[in-house]
Every structure is written in structure tokens, then in C-alpha cells.
């Protein structure tokens, strides 16, 4: 079974930036396109960044210009650099295989203060 650690979050202020990490076991960040996904509180989980072989990336609307993902295959860890953080993204994030995702592992909080 692929095992799935998100960690990084914390409380942060508006304006900050955090740099979350997730990393798998086995092979599943090499072989597949992978997405952070935010579950705000209250609402379901979203994809908000996703990348497709290493190198082409997609965001949601609303983190586009302020988030990056990427990937280190080597260190079977996937990225996600947040600058300009704002109180919407208050969440917790997780990382996935996407399509078709894995049991979902343990999420990172952030926490963004206005």
C-alpha cells in the first residue's frame, strides 16, 4: 500500500510564504502526475496543483502566481512552495496521485493569519 506524508504547514500571517513536502513510498511520484489538494474548513477537498511528468504544472485559479509544485523524483518528494499567503489559504493539504488517487495519507495544517 503507498503510503502518502504531507508535512510543512504551520500558523503563518498574511504575506508569508511556507514550503509543504510530501513524500511516498514506492514509485508513485516517478511513475504518476501528482496534485496538492486543500481541504479548507467546511468544505471538501480540491486539486489546487498538479504535475504531469515532472515538468508541465497546473494550478487552480486561485493559488496561480502564488504557488509552484514540483518534484524530486531521486528524493520521491513532491513540493509546493507557497508565497503571499492569505487567510483563504487556511487549510489542511495533501498530496496525491491524480487521476485515481491512493488512500489518502496524513495531511499538513496551514493556518494563515490575517
Known amino acids: 500500500q503507498v503510503q502518502l506524508r504531507a508535512s510543512g504547514g504551520g500558523v503563518v500571517q498574511t504575506g508569508d510564504s511556507l514550503r509543504l513536502s510530501c513524500t511516498a513510498s514506492?514509485?508513485?511520484?516517478?511513475?504518476?502526475?501528482m496534485g496538492w489538494f486543500r481541504q479548507a474548513p467546511g468544505q471538501s477537498r480540491a486539486l489546487i496543483a498538479s504535475?504531469?511528468?515532472?515538468?508541465?504544472?497546473n494550478y487552480a485559479d486561485s493559488v496561480k502566481g502564488r504557488f509552484t509544485i514540483s518534484r524530486d523524483a531521486d528524493k520521491k518528494t513532491v513540493y509546493l512552495q507557497m508565497n503571499s499567503l492569505k487567510p483563504e489559504d487556511t487549510g489542511v493539504y495533501y498530496c496525491?496521485?491524480?487521476?485515481?488517487?491512493?488512500?489518502w495519507g496524513r495531511g499538513t495544517q496551514v493556518t494563515v493569519s490575517s
Open positions: 504535475i504531469i511528468n515532472g515538468i508541465t504544472t
Open positions: 514506492g514509485r508513485i511520484i516517478s511513475a504518476y502526475a
Open positions: 496525491n496521485r491524480i487521476p485515481n488517487p491512493e488512500s
